[in-house]
C-alpha cells in the first residue's frame, strides 16, 4: 500500500492520470480518450461545511463560483499542506515545503529516497498529492473530508434549492449521467435524503432585447427543444425517486414553455427568469404561468457561468493558479489535455423557520481528453 501510495504522489506532480494509472480506466468520448476527470468544490462560502470555508463576499453567480474555487484551492493547499507537515514530523526552511527536512532539485526526500516533486518555480505551491484526492474515478479538487459533511440540524428543517447547470462543452447524450452525479454530491456533501427544489438551465438560453416582448420573441428559438425534453426525462426520474421533491426550469419563455408543457410528464412547478439585461416580465409568460400554476423567480445568475479559459486559469500554473494542469507552452507541472466543463450545480440550505442560509456553495465538474 506505502508503494502505491508514493507512486500516487510522484505520478500527480508529473502530471500523469493518476486515478485512471491506478484504476486502469481510460473512456473514449466522441473519439477523443479522456484522461482524468476533475470534481471541484467550494465548500459551504457562508458559515460552515465540510471543505474549507472563505468568504468572497457577494458576487453574481459567475463572479462568487470563480472566486469561491480559488478561496477554497488556496485554502486547502495551506491546511492540508500543514496537517501532512504536521503528520510527518516535516520541517520548512526558505518558505519551502519539505518531507523530513531534505529537498533535493525540487524533490522531496524521504530517508534519501526521492518520493515526490515540489513545485518550486510556483512559490512553493504544495504538491496536488497534499490537498487533492482520487476518489470513484475522478480527482477532487480540493480533497474532501466527508465525514464533517452534514447541516447543523435536521434536514426536515431546511428548504434545499439546487441549481443545475448543463454547459455548452458538455455531451447531451450524457445529461442524465451528469445530473445524477451532481445531485448525488449535494445529497452527500448536505447528508439530506432528498432536495426540495431542483431547477434546470440549458445552455443558450437567455432573455435579452430591447424589451420584453422582443426578448420573447428572441427566447422562443433559443436552445433546442428535442434535447431539453430528453434531459428533463431524466430529471423527471430523479424526482420519482424521491430526490428532488419539486422540479422547475430556468430562461423558459412563453412560447418555449407552451411547447415544453405540451410533451412532459412531470410539469415544472417554476420557471427561474433573468430579466437584467433587457425589461420586465413579458406578459405572455406572466399570463401562462398563472393559467399553468407555474411560480416564476427571478435570478441574477449568469448562463455562461464557467467558462473553459476561466477554469484553465483557475487550475492552471499561473499567478493564482491552482496548479493543476500543466502549462501550455511548457507542457510540465501538471495534468495534460484539453480541457471541457461539463456542469456545475449551485445549492442552497435555508433553515426554514428562520429564513437564514446556512449552507450554500458550488460543486463543478470537468474532464481532460487527449489532444
Not at 457577494?58 to 496537517?83: G, K, V
Not at 512559490?123 to 480527482?139: F, K
Not at 415544472?268 to 404561468?289: D, R, Y
Amino acid at each position: 500500500m506505502r508503494f502505491i501510495k508514493l507512486l500516487y504522489l510522484f505520478l500527480v506532480e508529473t502530471g500523469q492520470s493518476i486515478w485512471l494509472f491506478l484504476t486502469g480506466r481510460k473512456k473514449r468520448l466522441g473519439g477523443k480518450r479522456i484522461m482524468a476527470k476533475l470534481i471541484l468544490s467550494t465548500g459551504n462560502i457562508v458559515s460552515g461545511g465540510p471543505s474549507i470555508i472563505r468568504k468572497p463576499g457577494a458576487y453574481r453567480s459567475n463572479l462568487e463560483l470563480t472566486n469561491s474555487l480559488r478561496s477554497n484551492f488556496l485554502a486547502a493547499q495551506e491546511d492540508y499542506a500543514a496537517a501532512a507537515a504536521a503528520d510527518d514530523d516535516d520541517r520548512t526552511q526558505d518558505g519551502k515545503f519539505h518531507a523530513n527536512g531534505d529537498v533535493e532539485n525540487g524533490a522531496v526526500k524521504s530517508n534519501g529516497n526521492a518520493l515526490l516533486h515540489v513545485n518550486t518555480e510556483t512559490g512553493g505551491r504544495p504538491p496536488v498529492s497534499v490537498w487533492t484526492a482520487e476518489e470513484d474515478g475522478a480527482l477532487y479538487v480540493p480533497r474532501i473530508d466527508w465525514s464533517e459533511a452534514g447541516l447543523q440540524e435536521e434536514p426536515s428543517q431546511y428548504s434545499i434549492t439546487v441549481k443545475l447547470f448543463f454547459l455548452s462543452s458538455a455531451s447531451v447524450d450524457r445529461r442524465a449521467q451528469f445530473a445524477k452525479e451532481a445531485l448525488n454530491l449535494v445529497l452527500k456533501e448536505l447528508d439530506a435524503p432528498a432536495v426540495d427544489l431542483l431547477i434546470v438551465s440549458f445552455p443558450g438560453m437567455s432573455f435579452e432585447g430591447d424589451c420584453e416582448w422582443e426578448a420573447d420573441r428572441h427566447n422562443a428559438v433559443q436552445g433546442n427543444d428535442e434535447e431539453e425534453l430528453a434531459t428533463w426525462a431524466a430529471i423527471e426520474d430523479l424526482h420519482r425517486a424521491g430526490l428532488a421533491k419539486t422540479i422547475g426550469l430556468a430562461e423558459f419563455g412563453s412560447e418555449k414553455l407552451a411547447r415544453f408543457l405540451q410533451k412532459v410528464q412531470v410539469r415544472p412547478t417554476v420557471n427561474q427568469i433573468n430579466i437584467k439585461n433587457c425589461c420586465n416580465v413579458p406578459p405572455p409568460l406572466t399570463k401562462l404561468a398563472k393559467e399553468e400554476g407555474i411560480e416564476l423567480l427571478a435570478h441574477s445568475d449568469c448562463t455562461d457561468i464557467l467558462p473553459e479559459g476561466t477554469l484553465r486559469e483557475l487550475l492552471g500554473q499561473g499567478l493564482g493558479g491552482a496548479g493543476i494542469l500543466a502549462d501550455p507552452e511548457t507542457g510540465v507541472g501538471g495534468l495534460k489535455g484539453d480541457l471541457a466543463p461539463q456542469w456545475v450545480v449551485k445549492y442552497t440550505a435555508v433553515v426554514r423557520d428562520r429564513g437564514v442560509i446556512e449552507n450554500k456553495g458550488y460543486f463543478s465538474s470537468a474532464e481532460l481528453t487527449e489532444a
